[in-house]
């Protein structure tokens, strides 16, 4: 068992170095199947001294629920942004910025929160306090603050929290 955990340091991380790697090339063929593999094998097993501490998942099925509704709302956001590009003028536009007090506290679910809403067309996390109690996020129109607020701590924050802690 200690020699699989040598050689897979982090099996997920390996699975998905592999997939990634598949995803670039655009073209399946053993060839490239056994390079992302032994890519997947080497990078986790060459950066395993700066992961002291594996991070924890506490339901892997939320986080693959939770990548396909991040997925859903780049697609929603788009068409979102788009409209207010191609529509909106300038002068009704109300870009803010918004200060989001975070419940989490593993770093793994403040870094996946802040990657989410940066992936999500319309807003930016632009900034962590120092005490990491607080995310300063960029939005593209966002009339309500509020409900910004409370629609990323409740869609978001709150299933990573499920999934992390």
Not at 19 to 34: A, D, E, G, M
Not at 109 to 132: C, K, V, Y
Not at 150 to 156: L, M, N, P, Q, S
Request: proline share 8%; hydrophobic share 45%; glycine share 4%.
């Amino acid at each position: 068992m200690k020699l699989l955990n040598r050689l897979l340091p982090h099996p997920l991380l390996t699975l998905m170095l592999t997939v990634i790697w598949q995803l670039l090339v655009n073209k399946f063929s053993l060839n490239s199947l056994l390079f992302g593999f032994l890519l997947g094998l080497l990078i986790p097993i060459a950066t395993q001294p700066y992961w002291p501490n594996r991070p924890k998942l506490k339901s892997p099925l939320r986080l693959a629920t939770y990548v396909l509704l991040v997925f859903w709302d780049i697609v929603i956001a788009n068409i979102t942004v788009a409209r207010i590009i191609l529509f909106m003028p300038n002068s009704k536009r109300q870009p803010t910025w918004v200060e989001i007090p975070l419940d989490i506290r593993t770093p793994e679910a403040i870094a996946m929160l802040g990657g989410t809403i940066t992936m999500t067309p319309g807003t930016l996390t632009a900034d962590i306090s120092a005490d990491g109690r607080y995310l300063l996020v960029h939005c593209l129109h966002a009339p309500d603050t509020t409900s910004v607020r409370d629609e990323i701590k409740t869609r978001y924050e709150r299933r990573l929290k499920e999934i992390f802690e």
